[in-house]
Nanobody, 121 residues
Framework: QEQLVQSGGGSVQAGGSLSLSCLASEYTYSTYCMGWFRQAPGKEREGVAGIDRRGRAIYASSVEGRFTVSKDNANNTLVLQMNSLKPEDTAMYYC???????????????WGQGTQVTVAS
């Protein structure tokens, strides 16, 4: 069974930083687009970032320039570094794997357990 195990997140003041990590199997990590989406209460799911097999990243316009998605290839770990956080970034964040090796934001077929990110104003 494919598993994506998340860690990180938490609470921070506006302007602060947080990091999320996601451990995947070597096969998943090296084969599929890996990324993140978020969902806040009462809002639709939003694709945040994705990175393909070659390390090319895409971002939602709402986070571009503030968030960075990267891959720790030695440890099959996906990382989302979130800087200059805003209260509107508050949501449950999910690590996810796509349908193939190329990324289309928010086209994910499986995801992790979710982790809460809360940004206070």
């Amino acid at each position: 069974q494919e598993q994506l195990v998340q860690s990180g997140g938490g609470s921070v003041q506006a302007g602060g930083s947080l990091s999320l990590s996601c451990l995947a199997s070597e096969y998943t990590y090296s084969t599929y687009c890996m990324g993140w989406f978020r969902q806040a209460p009462g809002k639709e799911r939003e694709g945040v970032a994705g990175i393909d097999r070659r390390g090319r990243a895409i971002y939602a316009s709402s986070v571009e320039g503030r968030f960075t998605v990267s891959k720790d290839n030695a440890n099959n770990t996906l990382v989302l570094q979130m800087n200059s956080l805003k209260p509107e970034d508050t949501a449950m964040y999910y690590c996810a794997a796509g349908y193939n090796g190329y990324c289309v934001l928010d086209q994910f077929r499986t995801w992790g357990q979710g982790t809460q990110v809360t940004v206070a104003s």
